[in-house]
């Protein structure tokens, strides 16, 4: 099992190897009570909300707010999510969850995502997709909307 799980864990990072430690957001948070489970520390569902929030506040730093991409006529529906578990966050921890775009086309979006304890040891890492959609359909998104996401990706 473990040269298994060490198997998937190198051919993960060999996947994202270009972008490895590049981060272009951070976002802090404190953990409260309402997002833990009985053990007290984050519940599994929190942490997809916690990864929301750390998303949108990056399109806010692009300028790109979800209100200015729906006036644009776009939603973001999320298509596929990994979250691989290192160690639990207590409540009352102040985590920074760390954020880049690690793939991009007019299309669809793929995140990278990694939470931190205050101690700054990796607590979870995500791997998020979505994809543009407008009028209910996947489309593909303004060139000047791709522009500013471009600023932001490094291919």
């Known amino acids: 099992l473990k040269n298994w799980l060490n198997f998937l864990r190198n051919w993960r990072n060999r996947k994202n190897k ?36 750390a998303r949108s506040e990056a399109l806010i730093d692009m300028g790109l707010p979800i209100s200015k991409l729906l006036e644009s006529g776009f939603h973001i529906y999320l298509t596929k999510v990994e979250l691989y578990y290192k160690s639990g966050v207590p409540n009352d921890e102040v985590i920074s969850v760390k954020s880049s775009i ?29 994809v543009f959609i407008k009028n209910g359909k996947p489309a593909r998104i303004d060139k000047d909307i791709y522009e500013i996401f471009e600023k932001y990706y490094e291919n």
């Not at 669809?108 to 931190?116: D, G, L, N, S, V």
């Open 18 to 53: 270009s972008r490895e430690g590049v981060f272009m957001f951070v976002y802090k948070r404190k953990i409260y009570g309402y997002l833990c489970d009985i053990y007290g520390h984050l519940n599994n569902s929190s942490y997809l909300q916690i990864y929301e929030e």
């Open 102 to 130: 690690i793939k991009m086309n007019r299309m669809r979006a793929t995140w990278k995502q990694q939470i931190y304890d205050e101690a700054g040891n990796l607590c979870n890492e995500a791997f998020v997709e979505g």
